[in-house]
């Protein structure tokens, strides 16, 4: 049976791991390369890189990390960040990286998914979601609005239409990240998940929540995702991989055990 | 040294950075004399059945591949060139090699997962082998080890060319041949420990054969 993915996150700045702190910025905590090969020596059944260094002159030092990743652990990864074209997804597959994430990108482009899917085959191109809870209107049925910027710009697009519409578009996946959620560590927002989820045929990532095992489990449970995005959790030694997973394996869902 | 087939079907590199890292000499080749002196040949697959059928006939590298098969060369094909070393493809309408009789088929999107739910396609993730014969290649794999797939066909040889199989919806060939002619549908590349311990399998049996001749 097709097992359920966890997936740590890691955001890289000037080449170097970084968690953003509210009113403090970005404070360093690692080597990504080293932490990578950890998680993947523990156990994760796939990793994601944002890049958010803000200036496009530091690129290079990014694709350098995204090579010396590939040379070093063998499990698919994605990045994802300051990618607007054909040319910049063209760039980290080369590097070595398997899939491309896009966000806002492709809200304000939809055309770069098709463009990215004909140039590399759907399974490469992961579609981003921001979505923040709203009330119901005509513009937005489904309650649910695609937001970017980190919620600060909100975009007027249902994000069930806007699910499908990358579908049909020829994503081969969906990371789904709630900005209501995101932060709190009360959990993956459910409702949101097990609707996106049940009405596409590609796999969903739920993200955005995670603050124990539980949520893992609840998120490709009861959320009908295929995998589960963690970040903090991991990285703060909450948890380790193998600790969620062997709770996941408990509550009998199925994960990866051996590696 | 093994081959690496260039096909000009798309990134190999992931291929050999595997290789690289488990110290195994190899090339990115299209050369026949090249292939023909090394010690096996992996076959990765990237893309589309007809367009790598398209420049594989273009290239001539269809005839070497049955030569070299024809004449004991180890090969391993992985993910499309699993698909590839059949008879035929649905997806482009595609007469694929025919080293192995069988034909692939598409994921049904009718099929169900264990929670009932309609299968996503493309079928992609961790997913467990079931062998149905003896195979060198998952000598020392542990039974419950996973391996990374990715894939909308899967490949339906004739029976007693099944050496293992995978439950996505209903159960499918994951691993095929015969010994020297293997094929496995997922990618042992991005497969961690285990996928790695494969291909060391693999090139094991390449070093027995080169050295019994």
Redesign the interface.
């Known amino acids: 049976?097709?097992?359920k993915?966890i997936i740590p996150c890691l955001d890289v700045r000037d080449g170097r791991l970084t968690k953003g702190i509210k009113f403090k910025g970005n404070i360093d905590i690692g080597d990504p390369v080293e932490t990578a090969q950890r998680y993947?020596e523990q156990g994760a059944?796939e990793i994601v890189f944002y890049d958010i260094t803000a200036s496009h002159e530091k690129r290079s030092i990014f694709l350098d990390v995204v090579e010396r990743v590939?040379?070093?652990i063998?499990?698919?990864f994605s990045v994802g960040g300051g990618i607007a074209s054909v040319d910049d997804m063209r760039q980290v597959?080369?590097a070595?990286a398997?899939k491309i994430s896009i966000n806002s990108a492709a809200v304000k482009e939809p055309g770069l998914i098709e463009q990215g899917a004909a140039a590399?085959?759907?399974?490469c191109i992961v579609v981003g979601m921001d979505v923040l809870r709203v009330a119901p209107s005509e513009t937005i049925p489904s309650g649910y609005e695609i937001v970017i910027h980190g919620g600060r710009k909100h975009m007027g697009i249902d994000a069930l239409w806007w699910a499908r519409e990358v579908q049909r578009r020829g994503a081969?996946?969906i990371c789904l990240n709630s900005i209501d959620a995101d932060g709190t560590k009360d959990g993956y927002e459910l409702t949101l998940t097990r609707l996106i989820a049940?009405n596409v045929?590609?796999?969903v990532i739920a993200s955005g929540g995670a603050g124990t095992p539980r949520h893992m489990a609840e998120a490709v449970?009861t959320g009908?995702a295929?995998?589960a995005l963690i970040a903090s959790i991991v990285h703060y030694g909450q948890y380790t991989i193998p600790e969620i997973k062997q709770i996941m394996h408990d509550q009998g869902v199925?994960v990866?055990?051996?590696? | 040294m093994l081959s690496i087939l260039d096909y000009r079907a798309?990134?190999l590199?992931?291929v050999r950075?595997?290789l690289?890292?488990l110290g195994i000499p190899c090339t990115i080749t299209a050369d026949p004399q090249e292939i023909e002196s090394g010690s096996g040949i992996i076959f990765p697959g990237?893309?589309a059945a007809g367009t790598a059928m398209h420049h594989l006939q273009a290239s001539g590298l269809d005839r070497v591949l049955h030569e070299q098969t024809q004449k004991g060369k180890p090969l391993l094909g992985i993910c499309l060139g699993c698909q590839i070393v059949l008879d035929y493809s649905p997806e482009n309408d595609t007469r694929t090699l025919g080293l192995v009789p069988g034909r692939c088929e598409r994921f049904d999107?009718q099929w169900t997962?264990?929670?009932g739910?309609?299968i996503?396609?493309?079928?992609?993730?961790?997913?467990?082998i079931r062998l149905q014969a003896p195979c060198r290649l998952f000598t020392d794999i542990?039974d419950?080890?996973?391996f990374?797939f990715?894939h909308s066909y899967y490949p339906a040889p004739e029976a007693e060319y099944v050496l293992g199989t995978t439950?996505?919806g209903q159960s499918f060939c994951s691993v095929l041949g015969r010994p020297g002619l293997w094929a496995v549908q997922f990618h042992p590349?991005?497969?961690?420990?285990?996928?790695?311990k494969l291909l060391s399998n693999f090139y094991q049996y390449c070093l027995e054969v080169a050295g019994a001749q």
């Open positions: 049976m097709l097992n993915r993947y059944d590939a040379s070093k063998f499990i698919p597959l080369w070595g398997e590399f085959g759907s399974q081969g996946e049940d045929r590609i796999p449970t009908h295929s995998a199925p990866r055990m051996i590696w | 798309g990134n590199t992931s950075r595997a690289d890292y990237v893309g999107d997962d264990g929670q739910l309609p996503n396609i493309p079928h992609m993730g961790w997913n467990n542990a419950e080890a996973a990374y990715v439950e996505y590349e991005k497969s961690g420990r285990p996928g790695l």
